[in-house]
């Protein structure tokens, strides 16, 4: 794990209670004035401006001992003329450049998923566009890409079971056009017209069949989208694993894997070592990760987690101990990030989105603070002051300096007092 510049210990302790103090006084109402000049000051560069060093860049050999994605978010145009809930505009230079900063860690993207705002900003379109973007990029570089699949295309409700279907379909096809793994995604517009686990049994069982590729099975969990409370058929839990399970072992040579995000490491760990051996699990537990992937004596778990995306440099090099038998040094590096995931992913978990792209935006890979949906607004203040504070503790920005200058900004924009870049100066 990288620890924090030892220059900037002292100041970051200090910046964290005055501006948590300033933060805790406007939140009660006594608001302090905001720093001259910093409320409306640009970032330095274009719109499009890519992560310094990372685009382009050669990836690092693969991992061994696990294959890791990270879900990776989506950079939107900060100038386009759009609307909340209008299709997203997306910066491609900035958007593909956080992709090449993943591979260059030497872990997978996993494309278009929740994390990219899929379904809460980015359509189908806009997602569509992404695939291929993202996977001719990938075939530059050599870099691992799994791409989801799933029937956004069709309106929230009164889709048919047909309708499912031919959505599915159709973007499995472009999936795997473009040369990616697919990640069958669950489905809003399936859930709502299922009438039980009959339904995902038949309409798996087709698509697995035809195609081309193994592919990873996603179990989202309601507590990432409450559309999806009952998925395969039950709302109980024991009921709607065993149906997953059938599918599963019904086309095995068909499933690469099967990415779970229930946020429940026992139930996981279960699951897993009912699996057929040539199945991985993928974790997408942002809460247990590090547990889950170090594993047990029966087994271990992969990753595809939205976490990963601002823990990339720090998440590499964990699995690196991994990789040289070194399970004390992986859980040493990795087990300190859990404090900030579920921090990130606290309840409402679906909105975990905006501390990612906060945390991109401060660490530079970014020129601005702007979601699709307009979902930067969807945390507070204090939240998204404690994701600085824990994510700067982890020594996770390149930049400390410009970290705080920017947090110091976004502050002034809320109207809380004196920025944090201007209280470490001060004490250094």
Same mark, same amino acid.
Request: proline share 6%; with cysteine; net charge negative.
């Given at each position: 794990?990288n620890?924090?510049?030892?220059?900037?210990?002292?100041?970051?302790?200090?910046v964290?209670?005055?501006?948590?103090?300033?933060?805790?006084?406007?939140?009660?109402?006594?608001?302090?004035?905001p @720093?001259?000049?910093?409320?409306?000051e640009?970032?330095?560069?274009?719109?499009?401006?890519?992560?310094?060093g990372?685009?382009?860049?050669?990836?690092? #050999?693969?991992?061994?001992?696990?294959?890791?994605f990270?879900?990776?978010?989506?950079?939107?145009?900060?100038?386009? =003329?759009?609307?909340?809930?209008?299709?997203?505009?997306? =910066?491609?230079?900035?958007t593909? @450049?956080?992709?090449?900063?993943?591979?260059?860690?030497?872990?997978?993207?996993?494309?278009?998923m929740?994390?990219?705002q899929?379904?809460?900003g980015l359509?189908?379109?806009?997602?569509?566009?992404?695939?291929?973007r993202?996977?001719?990029e990938?075939?530059?570089?050599?870099?691992?890409?799994?791409?989801?699949?799933?029937?956004?295309?069709?309106?929230?409700?009164?889709?048919?079971?047909t309708d499912?279907?031919?959505?599915?379909?159709?973007?499995?096809?472009?999936?795997?056009?473009?040369?990616?793994r697919?990640?069958?995604?669950?489905?809003?517009?399936?859930?709502a017209?299922?009438?039980?686990?009959?339904?995902y049994?038949?309409?798996?069982?087709?698509?697995?069949?035809?195609?081309?590729?193994?592919v990873? !099975?996603?179990? !989202?969990? #309601?507590?990432?989208?409450?559309?999806?409370?009952g998925?395969?058929?039950?709302?109980?839990?024991?009921?709607?694993?065993?149906?997953f399970?059938?599918?599963?072992?019904?086309?095995?040579?068909?499933? =690469?894997?099967?990415?779970?995000?229930?946020l429940?490491?026992?139930?996981?760990?279960?699951?897993?070592?009912?699996?057929?051996?040539?199945v991985?699990?993928?974790?997408?537990?942002?809460?247990?990760y590090?547990?889950?992937i170090?594993?047990?004596?029966?087994?271990f778990?992969?990753?595809? !987690?939205g976490?990963?995306?601002?823990?990339?440099?720090l998440?590499?090099?964990a699995?690196?101990?991994?990789?040289?038998?070194?399970?004390?040094?992986?859980r040493?590096?990795?087990?300190?990030?859990?404090?900030l995931?579920?921090?990130?992913?606290?309840?409402?978990?679906?909105?975990?989105?905006?501390?990612?792209?906060?945390? @991109?935006?401060?660490?530079g890979?970014?020129?601005?603070?702007?979601?699709?949906?307009?979902l930067?607004?969807?945390?507070?203040? #204090?939240?998204?002051w404690?994701?600085?504070?824990?994510?700067?503790?982890?020594?996770?920005?390149?930049?400390?300096?410009?970290?705080?200058?920017r947090?110091?900004?976004?502050? @002034?924009?809320?109207?809380?007092?004196e920025?944090?870049?201007?209280k470490?100066?001060e004490?250094?």
């Amino acid at each position: 794990m990288n620890a924090a510049p030892a220059s900037s210990d002292a100041a970051t302790g200090s910046v964290s209670a005055s501006v948590t103090a300033s933060v805790t006084a406007s939140v009660t109402g006594s608001v302090t004035e905001p @720093a001259t000049g910093s409320v409306t000051e640009p970032a330095t560069g274009s719109v499009t401006e890519p992560a310094t060093g990372s685009e382009g860049a050669t990836p690092r #050999p693969p991992l061994r001992s696990r294959t890791v994605f990270a879900a990776a978010h989506v950079v939107v145009d900060p100038l386009a =003329d759009t609307t909340p809930d209008g299709p997203a505009a997306l =910066d491609w230079d900035a958007t593909l @450049a956080f992709r090449h900063h993943l591979w260059a860690q030497g872990l997978g993207v996993a494309e278009a998923m929740d994390t990219a705002q899929r379904g809460t900003g980015l359509d189908w379109g806009g997602a569509a566009e992404l695939i291929r973007r993202s996977a001719a990029e990938a075939k530059a570089v050599g870099g691992l890409l799994a791409c989801g699949a799933g029937t956004d295309q069709l309106p929230p409700h009164g889709s048919s079971l047909t309708d499912v279907r031919e959505a599915y379909e159709e973007q499995l096809a472009l999936v795997e056009d473009a040369g990616a793994r697919p990640i069958l995604m669950a489905s809003r517009q399936l859930a709502a017209a299922a009438t039980g686990p009959a339904d995902y049994l038949e309409l798996y069982g087709h698509l697995l069949r035809q195609t081309a590729r193994p592919v990873i !099975l996603h179990w !989202l969990g #309601p507590m990432f989208d409450p559309a999806l409370d009952g998925y395969w058929g039950s709302a109980e839990l024991d009921a709607a694993t065993e149906t997953f399970l059938q599918i599963i072992a019904a086309h095995p040579d068909k499933v =690469d894997g099967v990415k779970i995000s229930l946020l429940d490491a026992d139930r996981e760990v279960r699951l897993r070592r009912r699996l057929p051996e040539t199945v991985r699990c993928y974790t997408g537990d942002d809460f247990h990760y590090p547990e889950l992937i170090a594993g047990d004596d029966h087994g271990f778990s992969h990753a595809l !987690l939205g976490i990963f995306d601002p823990l990339a440099p720090l998440a590499a090099e964990a699995v690196r101990h991994l990789d040289t038998g070194d399970t004390a040094g992986f859980r040493a590096a990795l087990d300190p990030t859990v404090a900030l995931s579920r921090h990130l992913f606290q309840a409402p978990t679906r909105y975990y989105k905006t501390g990612v792209v906060l945390l @991109a935006w401060l660490a530079g890979h970014q020129s601005h603070f702007t979601m699709a949906g307009g979902l930067q607004s969807a945390r507070s203040l #204090p939240h998204l002051w404690r994701a600085y504070e824990l994510a700067d503790g982890l020594g996770l920005f390149p930049d400390p300096e410009l970290a705080a200058d920017r947090m110091g900004k976004l502050l @002034a924009v809320y109207g809380v007092g004196e920025t944090a870049a201007e209280k470490r100066g001060e004490e250094e």
